[in-house]
C-alpha cells in the first residue's frame, strides 16, 4: 500500500493533502469504531462490581451514542474525501498518458496492440481505482486497530493482550503467501485481459472478413483461445488465491480460541478477573474483524500494482 | 430503433447462470453452512459466560468449557473449508459462464447484418464483451454465495436472538431498517444517473479506440490538439458522472455504517436495566452485548451488493441488447444455392430516409465478369455487399440460380463468395494464421501454393519468421500492397465460385498493382467476378461495365459499346487517361 501510494503521489503530489485528510478520517473513525468496547468494558466492570447504576448506563450510551456519531461524520468525509481523490487521479493519468502517446513515434503503435493501450487506459486505471475505494480504508483501519487495540488491552490485562496479538505474525506468512500468488497471478491477467480486448477491438473491426470467411463465433480460434486463455488465467488464479486467503483468515480467526483458552485458565487460578475475562471474549470476537478483511483487501492492491507498472512503462520518456 | 432486451432485473441475471446452477447452488449451500459455522463461536461464548457467570468456581466444569472451546476452534475451521470450497465452486461456474457468454456475444456479432456494426462502435462493443461481461463475475461469484451466506446468518443469528430474549432481540435489530431504507430510497432515485455514467463509459472507450487507431492521422495531419481534447473530454465526461453516481452514497454509506452498530445505543440501556432489575440473567446480558455489536457486519455484504446490483442491472441490459439485437434471419427450412447471380427491383438505404440503391434489376451468368464504374457514392460497394447479404435489401430480390439468398443458410451463403476489399483487415497473428483464415484445413504445402500464386511468397519468405511472422494489428508491420497481396491468397484458398474486389488496387504503387493483377489473373479463371474499379483501365476487358450513378445502373454494354453510347462513362474514361498523365507540377514552372 505504502509502494502504491508514494507512485501516485510521484504521480499527483497535489492529492497528498487529500489522501492525508482521507487517513486522517478513516483513522479517527476507526478509533470511534474501536471506542464502544471501552464502555462495554466499563459498563461489564461496573456490573461485576456491583456498582452499575441507570445513571451510569445513560453516561455510557452517552459516550456510545457521541462516538457513533463521530464514526458515522467520519466516514462520511471519509467517502467525500477519496472518491473524488481517486477519481481525480485516473483522470489525471489518463490524460498523462493520452498525452504521452501523441508524443510517441508511430513505431510505438506499430508493436503495441490498440487493445493492449485500451485496457491500460480503461481497465488497470480501474482496477487503481478500486484499490484506492476498497484498500485503501481497510489498510488504514487495520493499522490504527493493530496499533491502538493492544495499547488499550495491555491496561487491562498485558498476558492476554500478548496472547490477543500473537496470532498476527502467525497470518503474515499466510499474508505474504497469498500477495506473492496475487502478485504473479495478477500480472499474467493482465496481460491476457489486455490480449482479449485487442482480440476482441479486432473481432469487432475484422467482423466483415470474419463473416466473408464463415469464421465468426467459435470458428475464429484465436478469439476462443484467447477467451479460454483468460477464463483459466482467473481460474486458476482464484483457485491458487483462495487456499492462503482462508488459511490465513483460519489462523487469525481461531485467536479467539487462544483467548478462550488462557482466559479460562487465568479466571480458574484467579490471575484475571471475570469482568477482564468478559472483555477479552468480547474483543476477541472483534478485534479481528480488521485484519480479517486486510487479507482479501490484498487481491484489490495487486491489483493495481501491474496498471502501476504499466502505466510507468508507457511514461517512461 | 434499438429492440428492448426481453429480460431485464435479477431474474435475467439468474437466467445466465442456469447452465451452471448446480455448482452455483452447492457453492451457496457451502457459503450459508459457512456463515453458519460462524455464529457458533458467539453462541459457545454464550454458554461459557452463562457457566462461569452463573455458578460458584467451585461448580464450574472445566472440562465442559474447554469442550466448548475445541468446539470452537472446529467450527472456525469447518467455516472456512466451508467458505473456501464456496468461493471456489462460484469461481468455476462464474468464470464458465463469463466465457459462455462471450461466445455467445460472439456468435450474435457473426449473424448481425454489417449495418450494426455502423450503428455501433468498436468501443461500445468492447465494453460490452469485456467490462459488462466482467461485472456479471462480481454477482456470480460473490453476491450469489456471499448475500446467500449473510441472509441466513442474519436470519440465523436473529432467531437465536429471540429465542434467548425476545425483548433484547428486538432491541438488537430494530436499527437496521432504519439503514435498509435510506439504502432503499437511494437505489430508487439512482437509477439514471448509473445509465448516464455508464453510458458515458461507453463513449470514453470509443474514444479511446479511436484516438490510439487514429494516431497516424492526428499526428500527419497534425490534429494532436483537436483529437486530444475529444479524448480528454470523454475522460471529463465520464468521470464528472462518476462523481455524481458516487456522491449519492456518501451519505447513505455513513448511516448504514452506524446504523448497524448503532443497536447498542438500545440495547445497553435496555439490557442492563432488565438485568438490574433482575428480569435477565448475566449470561444473557453478556451474550448480547457480544451479539448486538457485530449483528449487522453480515448486513454490509447485503448493502454492497445492493449498490452492486444496480450497476449489475445495467451491464446486464447492455448485453441483452446486444444478445437480442434483430439479426440476419435465416429459413426454417434453407435451400441450396444455384449457379449465376441475379437481383429483382433491389432497394436499400443505410437510413429510412436516403436510398443508396434504388431499383435495380440484373442478371449474372456463371463465369462471367461484370464491373461496376461509377463516381463516388453511386451505390457500387453498397451493391458489392448485398449480393453476399451484408446487409438484406429493403424491397426486391438477390438471387443464386433461383433461390433468394434470405432462403439459404448464412453459412452456404458465404462459401459462394470469394471477397478483397480495398482496406484489407489483416488480424495481429502469422501470416500463416491470417492466410488460414481462407480455408481452416488447407495444409501449409496448399497455403504456400496460394502464396506463391498470389505473389506474395517471396515477401513472406523475407519476414523475419517467414509464414510465422507476426504482421500486427491490422497488418501494421507490411506495405499496403503487400496486404492486398495476403488477402488474394486467402481469396485463393477458399476458391469460391464468385469473386467481388472492391477496389483492390486503388492507392497500391505501379509496382504493387503490377504483382496484384497478376495474382488476380490466377484467381478468377472459371469464376463469376464483380469488380469495382476505381481505373478502369483494368477492367476493359468485362464482359459488361455497369455504370452506376445516383443508386441506379445507368448504363450497362462493352467497354467498346459504352464509350460510343454513354455520355457519362465516356467522360469517366476521359478523366481516367487524362489523370494517366496527370502529374504534380509547381506554380509558374513552365512559364
Known amino acids: 500500500m505504502i509502494k502504491l501510494m508514494r507512485q501516485i503521489l510521484q504521480w499527483a503530489p497535489e492529492l497528498k493533502g487529500k489522501f492525508f485528510l482521507a487517513a486522517l478520517f478513516k483513522i479517527v473513525e476507526a478509533m470511534f469504531m474501536g471506542a464502544p468496547y471501552g464502555f462495554i468494558f466499563l459498563t461489564l466492570n461496573d456490573l461485576l462490581a456491583g456498582s452499575l447504576s441507570m445513571k451510569k448506563v445513560a453516561f455510557y450510551t452517552g459516550g456510545m451514542a457521541f462516538c457513533f456519531l463521530g464514526q458515522g461524520i467520519c466516514s462520511y468525509f471519509f467517502s467525500r474525501t477519496i472518491w473524488p481523490t481517486s477519481n481525480y487521479l485516473v483522470k489525471k493519468l489518463r490524460i498523462m498518458v493520452g498525452e504521452h502517446l501523441r508524443r510517441l513515434s508511430m513505431g510505438y503503435f506499430s508493436k503495441e496492440t490498440t487493445g493492449s493501450l485500451h485496457t491500460l487506459v480503461v481497465d488497470e486505471m480501474m482496477a487503481i481505482q478500486v484499490a484506492l475505494y476498497m484498500a485503501f480504508a481497510d489498510f488504514v483501519v487495520a493499522f ?122 487465568f479466571l480458574f487460578n484467579g490471575t484475571v478477573s471475570l469482568s477482564v475475562f468478559l472483555i477479552f471474549l468480547i474483543m476477541g470476537l472483534r478485534i479481528y474483524e480488521p485484519i480479517k478483511r486486510l487479507i482479501p483487501a490484498v487481491a484489490f492492491l495487486k491489483l493495481a500494482e501491474p496498471a502501476v507498472y504499466k502505466v510507468k512503462n508507457v511514461l517512461v520518456p | ?386 449480393i453476399p447479404r451484408f446487409w438484406d435489401v429493403d424491397a426486391g430480390s438477390i438471387s443464386l440460380g433461383e433461390t433468394d439468398i434470405r432462403n439459404m443458410k448464412i453459412d452456404d451463403l458465404m462459401d459462394q463468395f470469394g471477397l478483397i476489399f480495398q482496406n484489407v483487415y489483416l488480424f495481429n497473428d502469422t501470416v500463416l494464421a491470417n492466410l488460414r483464415l481462407g480455408n481452416p484445413d488447407a495444409s501449409e504445402a496448399e497455403i504456400m501454393d496460394a502464396a506463391k500464386k498470389a505473389r506474395c511468397h517471396e515477401f513472406i519468405m523475407k519476414l523475419p519468421r517467414g509464414y510465422d511472422t507476426v504482421i500486427g494489428e491490422k497488418g501494421a508491420r507490411i506495405s499496403g500492397g503487400e496486404k492486398q497481396r495476403l488477402s488474394i491468397a486467402r481469396a485463393l484458398l477458399k476458391d469460391s465460385p464468385i469473386l467481388i474486389l472492391d477496389e483492390v488496387t486503388a492507392f497500391i504503387d505501379p509496382e504493387n498493382e503490377a504483382l496484384i493483377q497478376d495474382a488476380i489473373n490466377k484467381l478468377i479463371r472459371d469464376k463469376t467476378l464483380i469488380v469495382i474499379a476505381h481505373r478502369i483501365s483494368t477492367i476493359i476487358a468485362a464482359d459488361e461495365i455497369w455504370a452506376l450513378d445516383k443508386g441506379r445502373i445507368a448504363v450497362r454494354g462493352t467497354h467498346e459499346q459504352l464509350l460510343s453510347t454513354s455520355k457519362l462513362y465516356k467522360n469517366m474514361w476521359e478523366t481516367h487517361v487524362s489523370a494517366q498523365g496527370w502529374a504534380l507540377e509547381r506554380e509558374g514552372k513552365n512559364d
Request: aromatic letters at 10%.
Open chain 1, 144 to 265: 490504527t486497530f493493530v496499533i491502538l487495540t493492544p495499547i488499550f488491552l495491555l491496561f487491562v490485562d498485558w498476558r492476554l493482550a500478548l496472547v490477543t496479538v500473537a496470532v498476527l505474525p502467525a497470518a503474515v506468512p499466510f499474508y505474504l503467501w497469498s500477495s506473492n500468488v496475487y502478485t504473479k497471478g495478477l500480472r499474467k491477467r493482465s496481460d491476457s485481459q489486455a490480449e482479449l480486448n485487442s482480440e476482441v477491438i479486432e473481432y469487432v473491426q475484422g467482423i466483415e472478413v470474419l463473416k466473408a470467411f464463415r469464421q465468426t463465433g467459435k470458428q475464429f480460434e484465436k478469439f476462443t483461445r484467447s477467451l479460454g486463455g483468460f477464463r483459466d488465467i482467473n481460474l486458476h488464479l482464484s483457485m491458487k488465491g483462495v487456499v492462503p486467503t482462508e488459511l490465513g483468515l483460519t489462523v487469525v480467526e481461531l485467536g479467539l480460541c487462544l483467548i478462550l483458552m488462557f482466559a479460562t485458565i
Open chain 2, 1 to 386: 430503433m434499438e429492440p428492448k432486451p426481453k429480460k431485464q432485473g435479477l431474474s435475467g441475471l439468474i437466467g445466465l447462470a442456469a447452465p451452471q446452477k448446480g455448482k452455483l447452488i452447492l457453492s451457496g449451500l457451502l457459503a450459508i453452512i459457512g456463515q453458519g459455522c460462524g455464529i457458533v463461536p458467539f453462541f459457545i461464548i454464550y454458554k461459557i459466560v452463562a457457566e462461569i457467570a452463573g455458578k460458584p468456581q467451585s461448580e464450574i466444569e472445566q472440562r465442559f468449557i474447554y469442550i466448548l472451546i475445541l468446539v470452537a476452534f472446529a467450527a472456525i475451521v469447518l467455516k472456512h473449508v466451508c467458505l473456501g470450497l464456496s468461493t471456489t465452486l462460484s469461481h468455476i461456474s462464474s468464470y464458465n459462464i463469463l466465457y459462455n457468454l462471450r461466445i455467445k456475444i460472439t456468435e450474435k456479432l457473426g449473424t448481425l447484418p454489417l449495418g450494426y456494426f455502423n450503428k455501433k462502435n468498436t468501443g461500445e462493443l468492447k465494453k460490452v464483451m469485456s467490462e459488462d461481461v466482467e461485472q456479471m463475475e462480481i454477482f456470480l461469484a460473490h453476491n450469489i454465495p456471499e448475500v446467500a451466506g449473510a441472509l441466513v446468518s442474519t436470519l440465523l443469528t436473529a432467531v437465536i436472538l429471540f429465542i434467548v430474549d425476545w425483548r433484547l432481540a428486538l432491541a438488537t435489530i430494530i436499527a437496521i431498517p432504519t439503514g435498509f431504507i435510506f439504502q432503499m430510497m437511494i437505489m430508487g432515485r439512482g437509477k439514471e444517473v448509473t445509465n448516464k455514467w455508464l453510458s458515458a463509459t461507453k463513449k470514453m472507450n470509443a474514444a479511446m479506440i479511436e484516438y490510439i487507431q487514429g494516431m497516424s492521422i492526428i499526428k500527419a495531419f497534425n490534429h494532436t490538439v483537436e483529437s486530444f481534447s475529444k479524448y480528454s473530454n470523454s475522460i471529463d465526461d465520464c468521470l464528472h458522472l462518476e462523481d455524481e453516481w458516487s456522491k449519492r452514497w456518501h451519505l447513505p454509506t455513513a448511516i448504514f455504517s452506524v446504523s448497524i452498530t448503532a443497536n447498542m445505543l438500545l440495547l445497553l440501556p435496555v439490557g442492563a436495566a432488565m438485568y438490574l432489575a433482575g428480569i435477565i440473567t448475566l449470561g444473557k446480558f453478556v451474550f448480547f452485548l457480544l451479539m448486538g455489536i457485530g449483528f449487522g457486519n453480515p448486513i454490509w455484504i447485503i448493502i454492497t451488493f445492493g449498490r452492486l446490483m444496480e450497476r449489475n442491472l445495467v451491464c446486464q441490459a447492455h448485453i441483452e441488447t446486444v444478445l437480442t439485437a434483430e439479426d440476419l434471419s435465416e429459413a426454417l427450412e434453407p435451400e441450396k444455392p444455384g449457379r449465376g447471380v441475379s437481383g429483382k427491383s433491389i432497394e436499400f438505404g443505410y437510413d429510412k430516409e436516403t436510398k443508396v440503391i434504388e431499383g435495380i434489376d440484373f442478371s449474372i451468368p456463371p463465369g462471367k465478369f461484370i464491373a461496376l464504374v461509377g463516381p463516388s457514392g453511386a451505390g457500387k460497394t453498397t451493391l458489392a455487399r448485398l
